[in-house]
């Protein structure tokens, strides 16, 4: 079977090759310190084995759960921010199809809240549930993040008014730390089911974990398959063969394209239903690498849509990007474009082309003139959009980003620099402890 693939001809030649021979040692170097546990932030590697080490046990607790919810609920809201909420929303929406009414269209549909402070959103929330039967998901790994704590206060008022206390608590789940935190300590006291999110997994590694499966599974995703491809990467990512390793191989490019002055990596994808998992990749490599005033600054786009936005700058602007494709080998559906005798609209060269077809030729297109224009194009291809293939993309970057940061001398595990803007939100705030800040 065709798996995940780098191809990476169209970036070598903007680095120096002599150099680049250097990275088959440095990178596995690198990994070296991974596997031992010797590098920075060793104490959050727990994500590395996951997909080998997530217990049956685990994998049908998820799975009968979200059947039980699944049953009860036209609509399940999962609750959390950061890594807490966009691994599952990405995989969700690259199973769901990238029209709008498919998701809404689903039974039950998959609702995401917390993820802002906005009173809007919220309130419109509010509203659209009030016909509906639904159910919870809360997640929170510290417990104590506020804006998934708010929405929870707001949701969890709003179903125990519309259900009472008993009822309601048989629709709530939370997945936390297993001992601390304030959402661990209700959940204790008002006996909702809970998963634990182990203490060695930091929130933006955390799709694998019951963080990522319970919601995939509660929209009805195979997450048996997700974890196989995981794993599939896992056996892939062993290999010390730098020529059959992708992930050594998208982590020097990267590293070495970086020390170019190619500060600003595109991840690009001509499938609109990757949109958030472009969000994933920004929060996995942004919070992992943007430390220490280094760090190349992960941005996203959707061709061709964006080619009629950003295609300008990326042609023809600051040559300081790279971009790295995501490309579909093969649609789900079959759309050929009509003939039309009459041919008004100039279109008859196209007649009974599949619509893939042309997508496929606007990438080829794009990728020859960006690199023309002195961007390098780093091109990864998976055969088609399922679980089994996007479970070896999460696990590709996951390590990617982890031997990357160790490439850059950084912690790839920490956000430090998360902390500064809640510190000052708190203070306006005159939350008890934080007036003096
Ligand atoms: O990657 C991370 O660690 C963060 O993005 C967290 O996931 C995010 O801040 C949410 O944290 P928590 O799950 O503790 O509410």
Redesign the pocket.
């Known amino acids: 079977m065709k798996n995940l693939q780098i191809d990476l001809k169209n970036a070598l030649p903007f680095i120096n090759q002599e150099e680049f021979k250097n990275y088959s040692k440095l990178v596995v170097e690198q990994d070296k310190k991974l596997n031992s546990k010797t590098g920075k932030g060793s104490e959050f590697l727990g994500w590395i084995n996951l997909p080998e080490t997530i217990s049956t046990e685990i994998i049908s607790e998820i799975n009968q759960t979200a059947d039980d919810l699944r049953k009860i609920s036209d609509i399940i809201v999962i609750i959390?921010?950061?890594?807490?909420f966009i691994g599952s929303k990405a995989i969700i929406q690259a199973l769901s199809g990238s029209f709008d009414h498919l998701q809404t269209n689903k039974n039950p549909q998959i609702i995401f809240a917390g993820h802002n402070l906005s009173e809007d959103y919220h309130s419109e929330l509010l509203e659209f549930l009030k016909d509906k039967q639904y159910s919870i998901v809360v997640?929170?790994?510290?417990g104590t993040?506020t804006e998934?704590a708010i929405a929870f206060r707001i949701l969890r008022k709003d179903l125990e008014n519309k259900y009472g206390k008993i009822d309601a608590q048989k629709r709530i789940v939370a997945i936390t730390d297993k001992f601390k935190g304030a959402l661990r300590e209700l959940a204790n006291k008002e006996g909702y089911k809970t998963f634990t999110i182990d203490d060695n997994i930091?929130?933006?590694y955390s799709v694998l974990s019951p963080v990522g499966l319970l919601p995939i599974a509660c929209a009805g995703f195979d997450i048996e398959n997700l974890l196989s491809g995981a794993k599939l990467m896992m056996v892939k990512a062993q290999n010390k063969n730098f020529n059959q390793n992708p992930i050594y191989q998208y982590a020097s490019i990267r590293h070495a394209l970086y020390l170019k002055n190619k500060s600003t990596e595109i991840l690009a994808s001509f499938n609109p239903q990757l949109y958030s998992f472009s969000e994933w990749w920004k929060?996995l490599f942004g919070?992992s690498e943007g430390k220490e005033n280094k760090g190349i600054f992960p941005a996203s786009a959707i061709f061709s849509t964006d080619l009629h936005s950003m295609g300008q700058y990326i042609q023809d602007g600051l040559r300081n990007i790279f971009e790295t494709i995501i490309s579909v080998e093969k649609t789900k559906s079959n759309l050929k474009i009509p003939a039309d005798t009459e041919n008004f609209d100039n279109l008859n060269y196209l007649s009974e082309k599949n619509l893939d077809f042309v997508n496929k030729m606007a990438e080829l297109g794009t990728i020859s003139a960006h690199v023309d224009g002195n961007v390098p194009n780093i091109k990864i291809t998976i055969p088609e959009l399922n679980e089994y293939y996007l479970g070896q993309l999460i696990y590709f970057f996951e390590k990617s980003c982890a031997l990357s940061g160790y490439l850059l001398e950084i912690n790839p595990f920490d956000?430090p620099g998360?902390e500064k803007y809640k510190n000052n939100m708190f203070a306006l705030l005159k939350k008890p402890g934080f007036e003096n800040i």
Do not use: D
């Open positions: 959390g921010i950061g890594g807490s997640i929170s790994k510290s993040t998934p930091g929130g933006r929060q919070e956000q998360v």
